[in-house]
């Protein structure tokens, strides 16, 4: 359904997204998962029509999203990390705004504002102003504003950061009903444990690039059960590649500049085995380090901007 | 039809209570205050009780007047912020990433927030008609005044937008906003007067294309075209330009219609590029040609 190719973005001279690519099918739920700074709004952004990338094709549904800007707002419902409300608006007020902006007039209106608002637990609080709700409150609002014109492709932008746990509990219960209505999302956080179980396949970014990205069982099976190395080759990096390719146990083989990241299905000694491999065939390794099987720590170390000094 | 939803929500939220009436209640109580003192004022001067044209023409200028210098006071205030405290209140995305063309949210905004002073210049109307009952005053010329009011209004309001667009914060552009009204007021004057000094050797009768950007030289006109009145700064300003009486200008135009051509190609000219300015992926015209290539290639 979206489609990103080498997606670039530059502010100024910095590089905020480098060389991303991405396929999200439909009906997926997508976990975008990088620190903070790492590009994931950057990239939200530029899918909604709200920045202009530096250079790379995003395509929703085959149609590039600069060719039919309109249309594609039609299909996308995005809600921003972070976000203000019209303090002088009520809540029911608030979803009908956004709802004449699509069209949608009369008994119409009404339905959807009912609807929408019942999905979020907001039925009670429908004639208050929007400035008097809690902050897990308006997070909820927002995510009934972003489905008002029924969209199919949800872009939600860390939308359970700053909750306490039981708003954190709510939101997540809503994001499943609307993986049950057949949504297709993409949904950001810092935080890999928080979408395991809501997302069917996972991104991690950093520092503006994607480190790996799968199913989610396949990320997950390599986050906990297999080793994960990262190989930095001076050169022939292509090679290197192939001769990794030949082994069984080898795989989801993710290339950066100069560097592999590889899972390996084996023990110490199949490692030993490969490292001499690529050796004995004239491959200039550098390094070749396997990393903690730990969830967290695999978050934090697998970055490419530290190996690149 | 479709009411622009911005506008209409906008409308919702200012007309909400009774702010939005008691404004517009003490407003008509200042003009009529107003009103009456100059209709006793001028009374008494004529030492006079019988009903005289006089009068209403002194009203008349004076609602006039004021209610001039009002929109060019409030209207920079209500528009100078339209954007920049969406920006502020990070709304603006919120609207920027639904189907609502750039160009909608511009004039949106743009009617919105003119339209509350516009309210109050169409309440005043009454008190206008009153003082036409006096005599001495066409419903033609109140239409005229009227007219200008609203191009007056919406220029500044779109000054405001602009400023509003382009710079981050809202105190920067209420600044800009003043600034530009107060050059388009007085600037243009000094300016006037340093050409005139330099390249006509004083000769005021000369009356300069810059000065068609001025509001006050074509507010100004426009009462002294109504009344035949040439005097003070009218004259300085060779403001009686096209009214037949002056030989130098007989073929230009009167100030106050070249004001309002001017103000409603500026107005059109600042909307577009503040639409411009709010629209994150606005195509430049090689992205246009690489997406018809695109196209070709696919078929
Ligand atoms: N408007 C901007 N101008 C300059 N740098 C920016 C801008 N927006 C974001 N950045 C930088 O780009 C990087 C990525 O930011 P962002 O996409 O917001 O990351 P994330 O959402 O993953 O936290 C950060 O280092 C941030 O400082
Ligand atoms: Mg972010």
């Known amino acids: ?171 997540k219960e809503i994001l499943k009903n609307l993986k049950g209505m057949g949504k297709t999302i993409i949904i950001s956080s810092h935080i890999l444990p928080e979408l395991a179980e809501l997302c069917t396949s996972i991104g991690i970014i950093d520092k503006g690039r994607m480190v790996i990205s799968g199913s989610n069982a396949e990320i997950m099976q390599q986050v906990y059960n297999k080793k994960i190395v990262r190989i930095k080759v001076r050169d022939r990096l292509d090679d290197a590649v192939m001769i990794l390719k030949e082994y069984p146990f080898v795989d989801k083989l993710l290339t950066g500049e100069n560097t592999i990241q590889a899972g390996f299905g084996g023990g110490e000694e199949e490692m030993s085995r490969v490292l001499s491999d690529l050796i004995s065939r004239g491959i200039p390794v550098v390094s070749f380090a396997p990393m903690d099987g730990n969830l967290e720590d695999v978050f934090m170390k697998v970055t490419k901007g530290d190996e690149e000094q | 039809m479709n009411i622009n939803p911005v506008f209409l929500k906008e409308l919702k939220v200012r007309m909400r209570g009774w702010k939005a009436a008691g404004i517009i209640a003490l407003y008509l109580l200042v003009l009529t205050a107003v009103a009456v003192f100059i209709i006793y004022t001028v009374f008494t001067d004529l030492y006079t009780s019988s009903i005289d044209p006089q009068v209403s023409i002194g009203a008349y200028t004076g609602l006039a007047v004021i209610q001039f210098i009002l929109i060019m006071f409030i209207v920079p205030a209500l528009t100078a912020g339209a954007i920049s405290g969406e920006r502020e209140k990070q709304t603006l995305d919120l609207v920027l990433c639904t189907r609502l063309r750039p160009i909608s949210i511009i004039t949106g905004k743009l009617i919105a927030s003119t339209g509350q002073t516009l309210l109050l210049i169409i309440a005043s ?155 994150p992926v606005r195509k430049s015209l090689f992205d246009t040609v690489r997406i018809k290539r695109k196209i070709k290639n696919k078929d």
Request: with cysteine; proline share 3%.
């Open chain 2, 125 to 279: 109307f009454p008190l206008f008609s009153m003082v036409f009952l006096f005599g001495g005053i066409s419903a033609k010329e109140i239409m005229q005044l009227f007219g200008f009011y609203i191009v007056t209004a919406v220029t500044i309001g779109s000054i405001g937008i602009f400023f509003s667009t382009h710079l981050k914060r809202t105190t920067a552009s209420t600044v800009f906003t003043y600034g530009t009204l107060a050059f388009l007021a007085f600037g243009t004057i000094f300016i006037g007067v340093f050409y005139i000094r330099i390249f006509y050797n004083w000769d005021y009768q000369k009356f300069l294309p810059i000065l068609y950007s001025n509001p006050l030289a074509g507010f100004g006109s426009l009462l002294a075209e109504q009344f035949g009145y040439y005097g003070g700064i009218n004259a300085f300003l060779g403001l009686s330009a096209g009214s037949g009486q002056n030989s130098n200008a007989a073929n230009a135009i009167s100030p106050w219609l070249g004001n309002i051509i001017f103000d409603v190609v500026l107005s059109v000219v600042l909307l577009i590029m503040s639409a411009a300015r709010i629209n």
């Open chain 1, 1 to 171: 359904m979206l489609s990103i190719r080498n997606l670039n973005k530059k502010y100024g001279r910095f590089q905020a997204v480098s060389d991303l690519n991405l396929e999200i099918p439909e009906g997926e739920i997508f976990g975008f998962v990088g620190p903070n700074g790492a590009g994931k709004t950057t990239t939200m952004k530029i899918v909604c029509g709200l920045l202009r990338a530096t250079s790379g094709e995003i395509t929703l549904d085959g149609t590039d999203i600069l060719q039919n800007i309109k249309g594609i707002k039609e299909k996308i419902g995005y809600m921003p990390d972070f976000f203000g409300v019209y303090d002088d608006l009520k809540v029911n007020e608030y979803l009908e705004f956004y709802a004449s902006i699509y069209n949608i007039k009369g008994q119409e209106r009404k339905r959807i504002t009912n609807d929408l608002l019942e999905l979020v637990d907001l039925v009670s609080k429908r004639e208050a102003y929007v400035d008097s709700l809690s902050r897990g409150m308006k997070q909820r609002l927002c995510l009934a504003r972003s489905l008002v014109h029924n969209p199919r492709l949800l872009v939600l932008d860390e939308p359970a950061s700053g909750m306490d746990p039981r708003a954190r509990f709510e939101m």
